[in-house]
């Protein structure tokens, strides 16, 4: 794991954040109890006066930006995410077939937490870069949500892979069908992430094993 990565555990998603120079950056901001967790993540490490100046989300579900209006305000921090999802941040996203299901979860969940809406203030589409942490690529890997992307740092051949697939609970999986927009295009998202040169991948649904072994868990994932 590079020392300037750190991984912020919650009970069911994980975030993650960069620290580059003197700066933090957020890859998806947790749901409840995100912001507690990241708190006391960043005092353990001693990162819990540095700035964070902002912050990239794979996808617009709510156990991955419930926290991010609130840290943007917070820290005076940009957000960014992709272009697709743009309804996701807005809450007026629309599903269909088994996609409904998750449709009924969000909408719920949204209300009962009275989530706000936003607009993120960089869209991000397919092979942009971003000038953080020695650059990032966005990775569209569709199928979860529309919008759904990867970041790549090819300097450290690493793939933060949203909710591409998950490794806690019940082993190595893609999310349940009934929990995507659309479930082929999420199996066809798999081999898309695979084609890059990787050395790690880090999911947001995951159990503690290192990069290299969740890399192991797609590679397996991508054969049945």
Known sequence: ???????????IVQFFVLRDGDALYLID????GGMRALEQALITRGWDKLPIRGILLTH???????????????????????????????????????????????????R???????????????????????GLRVIELPGHTHGHCGYYSASHKLLFSGDLFATFGFGPQIAPFYLNQDNTEARRSVHRALALPLNGVLPCHADESPPEKQLEYLQLLSSS
């Open 112 to 134: 009962l937490l009275r989530q706000p809406s936003f607009h993120p203030d960089k869209l991000l589409n397919d092979g942009d870069e971003l000038p953080v942490w020695g």
């Open 29 to 32: 901001t947790g749901f409840i």
């Open 60 to 110: 617009g579900h709510l156990d991955h930006v419930r926290n991010a209006p609130a840290l943007a305000k917070q820290h005076g921090a940009w957000i960014a995410g992709p272009e697709h999802d743009l309804e996701h941040y807005e809450n007026r996203a629309r599903y269909n077939g088994w996609g409904r299901v998750a449709g009924v979860f969000e909408w719920i969940g949204r």
């Open 1 to 11: 794991m590079p020392s300037d990565l750190l991984i912020v555990r919650t009970f």
